[in-house]
């Protein structure tokens, strides 16, 4: 292939901002089709971004000769049907994250690009953004030593009544569609970002409950995950919070360095008794810079920026933090 001709399956509110124009704006990369169910829909998006081609049926699209790689952006119980369709047809996926509903299902995703010999990249794009990248370096440099423990912790008031009713919200917090609750939704950003810095994984337990009973799936979960180089990870996530929290602090032997993962574009290092703060730019396309990589892969001039037994893990890391 000398440039990637993409169909997007899905083209809901992540793709708006987040993904579906960057597309457009890598070298050697096209946006030519669009699929959403509803007809009215799929073509006011392909018209407000000049896509030329839109369907209502993801599997005309994946078999669209003009398409060569298929993104797919719906909800996670429908991750595996379209990532096998297309890996049959032979086209490259780039899949949403969460993954997949489950372990299980990620796990054959996986497996089934290994066996066709095909590409499958997940979209944990924040490891292609310059301000995870620059922690990733710190972490390698050994700026603040040895590294012992991360802490993290997000927060979230509960939804409204409103919100919960929006459909654009309520796929989220149904665990038939989404895998699970908001901890599905969010915390693979997290758990992935801790399994790109620190590698594979030793340990992992969890709790989880229902503590405010505004959802049919979990509210508050702990996750400990020890990892085989020794450092200790402690995650809490809560969604039925008075206040909101998001911050994440990585203790070395010499400093620390803490950060967001959601709110900020900056990271604080603190070390031999000084503090700095490094800021970066906000991305107009916060998946423009993985799309990229992806992009490369798909193009044989660079590596998987994501692979699908990574993505795996992630959900296997997610599943067992939750299980009873």
Request: glycine share 8%; proline share 5%.
């Amino acid at each position: 292939m000398e440039k990637i001709n993409w169909g997007i399956i899905g083209c809901g509110d992540v793709t708006e901002l987040k993904s579906g124009p960057a597309f457009n704006k890598v070298p050697q990369s096209a946006l030519i089709a669009v699929m959403r169910r509803d007809a009215a829909k799929a073509e006011d998006y392909a018209r407000r971004h000049q896509v030329p081609k839109w369907y209502t049926d993801a599997y005309e699209l994946i078999n669209d000769p003009e398409i060569n790689a298929i993104y797919v952006a719906t909800p996670p119980s429908t991750h595996e049907a379209y990532t096998l369709a297309a890996i049959k047809a032979g086209k490259p996926v780039y899949v949403e994250k969460p993954m997949a509903g489950d372990y299980g299902a990620a796990y054959r995703m996986a497996e089934a690009a290994t066996a066709a010999n095909s590409k499958l990249v997940v979209a944990h794009y924040r490891r292609e953004q310059q301000r995870f990248k620059k922690v990733k370096q710190l972490l390698a440099e050994k700026a603040i030593g040895e590294v012992r423990l991360v802490r993290l912790e997000l927060a979230k008031i509960p939804l409204t009544a409103e919100e919960m009713a929006d459909p654009k919200t309520a796929w989220r917090i149904d665990p038939a569609t989404a895998g699970g609750g908001l901890f599905h939704d969010l915390s693979p950003h997290q758990l992935d970002l801790m399994y790109y810095f620190f590698g594979d994984v030793a340990k992992v337990n969890g709790l989880a409950s229902n503590q405010g009973g505004f959802y049919a799936a979990d509210d508050m979960v702990v996750a400990n995950i020890l990892f085989k180089s020794g450092v200790v990870f402690n995650g809490t996530w809560c969604f039925n919070a008075g206040q909101a929290a998001d911050y994440c602090e990585i203790q070395g032997t010499k400093g620390k360095i803490s950060f967001t993962v959601f709110s900020t574009d900056s990271i604080t290092v603190e070390r031999e008794g000084k503090t700095e703060t490094l800021t970066f730019d906000p991305l107009m396309h916060v998946q423009q810079p993985m799309i990229e990589a992806v992009v490369r892969y798909f193009l044989d001039k660079g590596p998987n920026p994501d692979s699908g037994y990574e993505g795996a893990e992630v959900m296997r890391l997610i599943e067992t933090s939750v299980a009873r």
